[in-house]
């Protein structure tokens, strides 16, 4: 068997990157992308590599020089690669083809050790490697009945997004045998460049073959758990660096991305946090049904979107300021705010990161569990010289609850002492009795005009893709202030619609909360069960965890990540926890969960 690498295009799409080298001499994940396949295929026993070449063919001879011995390499040269494409560079290494089985690489991937591996050992001959398709996918798909027959190759320009679900993304690693290329493919191929042109792709040709019904070329589909990426921007560089990256790399570079897991369709996101069983289907089915309209039309100006949030949640519209994420309603309002802030830690980063630290007076509880109360809260601050006083309720990383009426002390109290006080409730409708705990209520903005109510509407409604937060005060002089720092359109269409429909759907709102306690009460009796993890009661939707021997919370992140693709929060560098380890792990789906568990258990016998 033999290898047969294309590697004769321009790479254009990757820019500076390849203005002097091959789009296969790109640095992914501190190697070349061509070195890496080199290095797979030398694992195994094939006869010769080889090589077609144009873009900086030279240069690339002179790179892989004499590094791989052990296997003959043969260089095939396509000078017309500027008008060209792969279907006159597969032309042109037929007579390869014809003396031998075959594996067709092109040399702008990625993949897994064992994608390979799989194919070889696959007693099929003829096979195309192709994965399920997702979002993230861009290229040829097929289709495939339940005997893994190809039935049709699809080009993208024949792609249609409503059959997606039936689609399988071809991965552009081929095993043909000499008896098909000589009989099917090669006929078809020189029968295609003299009709169409050398302008084209060799998967046209396979896309002829299937529509004729002539082809044995079964698919080959790898798993979910089997990575593959294929390079061609400086963004796809990005993410395959976070996707292959080793262990010592590789928590950082997800977590550095604070988001856009759908692009790496596996991974089972515990980190962030979000409302798991809403919206209802129905409700996104509703937006579904706006998008055109959504996408092509400006968004309402702010007022009209204060309009909004007022219908839903019954707080007059002057009380009221939406934001892009909670997130930027935070930084207004900590930049607007002036003296010294008493602020309860650990706690959420936003708000810390927003002022130097010497303008905070910091709580931490003596409790090992970072537990606290109203009281312990008063008593702490009374003496100290504050201007504002922050509470996340529940908190946030420990899940802290304290209750309605004792939160009204601590309003009771600042209020009296001329104290701005800073309610985060967007947790707290996850909390037993849920939407009942909250204080966002107009007669109690007014009785206490010095309090400020944050939400995060993003987590608590499961839609953190919307951007949505809102900030609530009766002090209508803040509130124009943080308005005047907003842009008119600060937040897009999506949300505003979001906005105006949400009230339809309320009682299935309150239902996902009602789950979200249920759920998190068999979640916090199986993590008990872990021997190395002490989980902390939480009101929230998520617990934190503090991890023990023998893991680090580093450690037990990054072993999750790369062995069983889940996400959790490595916390044991907030300021509170003084060397401690702990992590935080979110509530999802009771299958999510199970899978969780699974690899909790799995970590925890596989080290005894």
């Not at 873009?55 to 296997?71: M, Q, S, T, V, W």
């Not at 990625?110 to 050992?121: E, G, T």
């Not at 499961?462 to 002089?477: E, F, K, T, Y």
């Amino acid at each position: 068997m033999q290898a047969i690498i294309l590697a004769a295009g321009m790479g254009r799409r990757l820019g500076e990157l390849t203005s002097e080298n091959t789009k296969c001499q790109v640095v992914a994940c501190g190697k070349t992308l061509i070195e890496r396949i080199l290095d797979q295929i030398c694992e195994h026993d094939f006869n010769q590599i080889v090589l077609v070449i144009g873009y900086y063919g030279n240069k690339l001879k002179d790179f892989i020089g004499d590094k791989y011995k052990d296997i003959p390499v043969k260089y095939v040269i396509n000078n017309d690669y500027k008008t060209t494409n792969n279907i006159y560079s597969l032309f042109l290494a037929k007579d390869y083809l014809l003396n031998d089985d075959t594996i067709l690489f092109e040399s702008d991937l990625m993949f897994d050790n064992s994608i390979l591996n799989d194919l070889i050992a696959n007693p099929y001959p003829n096979l195309a490697s192709v994965a399920k398709y997702e979002n993230w996918m861009d290229g040829t798909v097929v289709t495939i009945d339940d005997e893994n027959n190809i039935l049709s190759f699809i080009p993208k320009k024949d792609f249609i997004f409503s059959n997606s679900n039936n689609y399988y993304k071809t991965v552009n690693i081929y095993k043909f045998s000499k008896y098909f290329s000589a009989n099917q493919y090669l006929p078809f191929l020189e029968a295609y460049s003299r009709t169409m042109g050398n302008n084209e792709y060799y998967e046209d040709v396979l896309r002829v073959i299937a529509f004729l019904n002539h082809s044995s070329l079964k698919a080959h589909v790898i798993n979910q758990n089997q990575k593959w990426y294929e390079i061609d921007d400086i963004q796809d560089v990005d993410i395959a660096e976070t996707l292959f990256a080793n262990n010592e790399n590789i928590l950082y570079n997800y977590q550095k991305r604070y988001g856009g897991y759908w692009r790496f369709p596996g991974l089972l996101d515990f980190c962030y946090l979000v409302n798991p069983f809403f919206p209802a289907q129905k409700m996104k089915d509703e937006l579904k049904s706006n998008f055109d309209t959504l996408l092509c039309e400006y968004p309402s100006g702010l007022d009209i979107n204060c309009l909004l949030a007022s219908k839903f949640f019954g707080i007059k519209k002057n009380y009221l300021s939406v934001g892009n994420g909670a997130a930027e309603l935070i930084r207004e309002l900590m930049c607007l705010l002036s003296g010294k802030t008493g602020i309860i830690l650990p706690t959420f980063d936003e708000y810390y990161n927003r002022k130097d630290s010497e303008n905070f007076v910091t709580y931490i509880s003596e409790d090992d569990s970072y537990q606290y109360k109203a009281k312990e809260l008063l008593s702490f601050f009374s003496d100290k010289n504050i201007n504002t006083l922050l509470l996340i309720n529940p908190d946030n990383p420990s899940g802290n609850f304290i209750p309605v009426n004792d939160v009204l002390d601590i309003a009771l109290w600042t209020n009296k002492n001329k104290i701005t006080f800073i309610l985060d409730e967007s947790f707290v409708d996850f909390s037993e009795d849920s939407v009942s705990n909250s204080l966002l209520k107009n007669e109690v903005l007014e009785q206490y005009p010095n309090m400020i109510i944050v939400k995060s509407i993003s987590k608590s409604y499961g839609v953190p893709g919307l951007r949505l937060g809102i900030m609530a005060s009766s002090n209508s002089q803040l509130t124009e202030q943080i308005k005047k720092k907003l842009p008119v359109w600060n937040i897009n269409s999506f949300a505003e619609n979001f906005m105006q429909i949400f009230n339809k759907y309320e009682k299935e709102y309150f239902s996902a909360c009602k789950k979200i306690i249920a759920v998190r009460t068999s979640l916090f009796n199986d993590i008990s069960c872990i021997k190395y993890l002490r989980v902390i009661p939480s009101m929230a939707n998520y617990f934190l965890c503090e991890v023990m021997a023998p893991f680090t919370a580093k450690e037990l992140s990054i072993l999750l990540l790369s062995k069983f693709n889940i996400l959790i929060k490595d916390c044991s560098a907030k300021l509170a926890f003084k060397g401690k380890e702990f992590v935080r792990i979110a509530i999802r789906s009771e299958d999510d969960n199970n899978k969780l568990m699974e690899a909790l258990k799995f970590l925890e016998v596989s080290n005894k």
